[in-house]
């Protein structure tokens, strides 16, 4: 359980359990030490569809918005390892576009603009339209 998780709970006066373990049969991934069910269960509709929704879109930008190298991934970004581990799994980016697996497909993104992170803006932003259409923008923030 991270801090904030422990910190949630303490403010609405619920215990706050001990340790979880790790189930074995989850495959590790490089950067990812995360046990919370909550979240989890969330992703299933548990926590209500616009919660389902939020925790969705949040995976999304995990593994659309950075500059990772494919062949990378696995001493690149934690947080593309992170969204993978939730089942969003970044598979290529060629000029133009970028691929992701997410539970039950892959999703290709035409990558409009890219504006990289630097230390004056402390974030990164992609503009994206999904295959289906729509488009989005996203943004890392370091503060």
Request: include cysteine; charged fraction near 30%.
């Amino acid at each position: 359980m991270t801090e904030i998780g422990r910190a949630a709970l303490g403010r609405t006066g619920k215990p706050i359990l001990s340790e979880p373990k790790m189930d074995p049969s989850v495959k590790k991934l490089p950067f990812v030490n995360f046990i919370d069910e909550t979240l989890f269960d969330g992703m299933k509709e548990r926590a209500g569809e616009e919660q389902k929704a939020k925790i969705l879109r949040f995976f999304e930008h995990l593994a659309v918005c950075h500059t990772v190298i494919p062949e990378e991934i696995e001493s690149g970004e934690p947080l593309v390892a992170g969204a993978a581990f939730a089942g969003f799994k970044f598979k290529s980016r060629s000029v133009g576009t970028a691929m992701v697996e997410v539970p039950g497909k892959r999703v290709v993104y035409e990558m409009l603009d890219v504006l990289e992170f630097n230390s004056t803006r402390k974030r990164m932003s992609v503009v994206v339209r999904k295959s289906q259409g729509s488009c989005c923008s996203t943004r890392r923030e370091l503060t």
